[in-house]
């Protein structure tokens, strides 16, 4: 059986979608993988559904001793592997300097479509990896939202488990069968996977990640209480001007931005499903002022909370 995702053993092994006949290799122990027919690809690229992400390849390689790749122009695709045990390094082979990057458990790995590269597994602890190789416009917006570069193209995940039981339902959609049905739900899925290694981006360097992802949960649990950022700050052991900033990278908000935010998706939750009166929810979302409440209100939404209550159709 061959490896669409490059098995070697000292050898270069090229994807079957490299224009070039595969060579045989012997596989892994429990390994799983799909292939679609290169008229499958063109044809499905042109409907709507596939058009703008389409999953070429999916597989999972457990223990995957010996595994190895060098793809001299790249791969027609873009390749995104996560990895879920053991290790391995990659490099990317254009330009002068070849950095040298360690993929390590709970890591996604993005590798661009047409770059030069190389990733093996450790020799001593050889990775378990699922991996993709997709195509389509909609990548490249998936992928800056990652800042996935060529020079950055690790991701450390948060929840690696979210990301690979999305791949994993890519995989079995792609064993079910080759109907446009179940290639559009291994798009969707996949869609989803990339959209959630984007979102871990923001929160992968570790300068920012754990003091910033406890003060987030605390807002989260206290909606009604407005907390300062020289509270938050000292709750997370940073200045004032670097938290701020990293809250602000992070989030995309400034600090009473995003509480102000928090507290209207309560507030919109409460008119959607209750009778309460707006005095009473903009209390409980902690605003002793209704006027003022509904003046937020309008701010974010454009529609007082009766306007927006009544459009709702209460």
């Not at 070697?8 to 006949?21: N, V």
């Not at 989260?220 to 900033?245: C, D, W």
């Not at 209750?274 to 209100?297: C, E, H, K, N």
Request: hydrophobic share 40%; proline share 6%; net charge neutral.
């Amino acid at each position: 059986m061959f490896d669409p995702a490059g098995r070697m053993d000292e050898t270069t092994m090229r994807h079957p979608h490299d224009g070039s006949a595969p060579e045989l290799g012997e596989g892994f122990p429990g390994q799983r993988m799909r292939v679609l027919p290169q008229p499958l690809v063109a044809h499905a690229r042109t409907q709507p559904a596939t058009s703008q992400l389409l999953v070429t390849d999916a597989g999972f390689f457990p223990f995957a001793a010996r595994h190895s790749t060098t793809r001299p122009h790249g791969a027609p695709q873009d390749i995104v592997m996560i990895c879920g045990a053991g290790s391995g390094t990659c490099s990317m082979l254009s330009g002068v300097h070849q950095e040298v990057h360690q993929v390590e458990a709970g890591d996604a790995l993005i590798i661009p479509a047409g770059i030069a590269h190389r990733y093996q597994a450790d020799r001593s602890d050889p990775w378990t990896i699922w991996w993709l190789h997709v195509t389509g416009p909609a990548t490249s917006g998936l992928f800056e939202a990652m800042d996935a570069t060529t020079r950055q193209p690790v991701v450390r995940l948060r929840d690696p488990s979210r990301v690979v039981a999305l791949v994993d339902t890519v995989l079995r959609r792609m064993e079910r069968d080759e109907t446009a049905s179940s290639l559009v739900a291994a798009a969707g899925a996949a869609w989803h996977a990339l959209a959630l290694i984007a979102a871990d981006r923001s929160m992968s360097t570790p300068d920012r990640a754990a003091p910033i992802e406890t003060t987030l949960e605390f807002l989260r649990a206290n909606i009604a209480e407005r907390v300062s950022v020289p509270e938050l700050a000292t709750m997370a052991g940073l200045s004032q001007s670097h938290y701020a900033a990293l809250f602000r990278r992070a989030t995309g908000f400034g600090v009473l931005e995003y509480q102000t935010r928090l507290r209207m998706a309560s507030a919109r939750e409460l008119l959607d499903t209750t009778d309460r009166t707006v005095g009473s929810i903009a209390r409980q979302v902690g605003f002793a002022d209704p006027l003022y409440f509904s003046r937020q209100f309008r701010k974010i939404h454009s529609l007082s909370p009766s306007e927006y209550r009544a459009r709702k159709g209460r």
